[in-house]
């Protein structure tokens, strides 16, 4: 577990999708195969089958096209404020991809955020790692690395400047969930539309909206599940979990009212969950003393 919270805090959520110029340079295609052939060899290269046409392919080879965060800062005063932050800033408009991950990577070597992801030590500083070296960009403040202990050392396992939920809550193997099947089952929304969403499709289709609203919504999802496991490891107490949850319900009703009515969608899926106590059930000593003594 994480041992503390951070004044700022940085739940963020990437979204990549094959890059054909990658692939070309890869395989050895020429310029003018398409970039639907560059995507069949790509996932073919990848080991594709009937079962499974689009593998995952090697991070090296994917392009960076949304990143979502949620950020909560703690003034030395107290007071606390919340907001959804995503490059590209426009839903429709592409960004270049040098450009959002020397952005993003420049806030993190700024400002050194406590960084918070889902599967991101395996995954999403990998990938805005090599995607930056194939951008052929600087990130020198994000870069340095900690002279004494583990301070804002993004790329230590044992510090919590970065904090990875996956590795701390689940772990590998065949019974580790997603982030979908984990926050949905606290009762935070996971797979917030009817049907499972794939990004390659909505790349193909040139639907930049969706990508970058869904890259939103995983990005709350990280924020809420963070929230509940420091709340767990006794960073908040219920009444403050509850103003926690609260500040995030009124920053996305916020936004909605500004015009982002995607999220709506995700208020609502967050709202048709029964709503359950968070609170830990009070066990009676003489009953946890009872059971003891039964099972010895």
Sequence with gaps: MFKSV?????????????DPDSGRRVYNLPATVSDAEVYRVM???????????????????????AVSAVVREQQPNGEISLRL????????????????????????????PQLVGFN???????????RGLVSGITAADFCRRADKGWGSD????????????????????IATPTLHELAAAMGIPGQVREQPHDVVDWWVEGDLRSIVAQSQYDALSTY??????ARFAGFF???????????????????IAQGDHHLAVYLDRWDSFTPQSTAAPVIPLATTAAAAEQAA
């Excluded at 004044?7 to 094959?18: G, H, S, T």
């Excluded at 809420?224 to 496991?229: A, D, G, P, S």
């Excluded at 509850?242 to 009703?253: I, S």
């Design 237 to 255: 107490s219920e009444a403050q979990y509850l103003e926690e949850e609260k500040r995030v319900r009124g920053m996305v009703g916020d936004r």
């Design 120 to 130: 991101s030590h395996t995954a999403d500083l990998p990938i805005l790692l090599q």
């Design 6 to 18: 951070s004044r700022q805090v940085c739940a963020f959520d990437l979204e990549w999708v094959p």
């Design 154 to 173: 993004y790329f230590s396992r044992h510090g919590d400047a970065h904090v990875d939920l996956k590795s701390i809550l689940s772990g590998w193997g």
């Design 224 to 229: 809420l599940v963070w929230l509940r496991t």
């Design 43 to 65: 996932w073919t290269r990848a080991g594709a089958t009937a079962e499974k046409p689009r593998p995952h392919l090697k991070t090296a080879l994917c392009r960076i096209v």
């Design 85 to 112: 932050t995503t490059l590209p800033r426009q839903l429709n408009s592409l960004m270049d991809e040098g450009e959002l991950v020397a952005t993003f990577l420049g806030y993190l070597g700024q400002q050194h």
